[in-house]
Nanobody, 122 residues
Framework: EVQLVESGGGSVQAGGSLRLSCTAS????????VGWYRQVPGSERELISY???????DYADSVKGRFTISQDNAKNTVHLQMNSLKPEDTGVYYC????????????????WGQGTQVTVSS
């Protein structure tokens, strides 16, 4: 059974930082697509950062320059360092992984974490 366990969400004031972590069991991140989605109430899930299967990182324009994704293969863990947080970053953040791809809206993605709430106040 595949499990993705997230941690690190919380509440922070605008301009602050948070670090999200996602650890997998039953699935190897190295060589797979792994990343983070954000869902805001009333909106679709948005892929905000991910590693492709060759280890290349990518970011949505909305977080580029502020968020950094990293991966610890020895611990089968991926992190999302979020700096200069804005109120519009508020939402539920989901770790996701798939052997083949991560779609922009999360459709057909095989494995999901439980989600962690990030709240940024102004």
């Amino acid at each position: 059974e595949v499990q993705l366990v997230e941690s690190g969400g919380g509440s922070v004031q605008a301009g602050g930082s948070l670090r999200l972590s996602c650890t997998a069991s039953g699935f190897t991140f190295d060589g797979s697509y792994v990343g983070w989605y954000r869902q805001v109430p009333g909106s679709e899930r948005e892929l905000i950062s991910y590693f492709s299967n060759d280890g290349s990182p990518d970011y949505a324009d909305s977080v580029k320059g502020r968020f950094t994704i990293s991966q610890d293969n020895a611990k089968n863990t991926v992190h999302l360092q979020m700096n200069s947080l804005k109120p519009e970053d508020t939402g539920v953040y989901y770790c996701a992984a798939d052997s083949f791809t991560l779609s922009d809206d999360g459709d057909y993605v095989d494995h999901w974490g439980q989600g962690t709430q990030v709240t940024v106040s102004s």
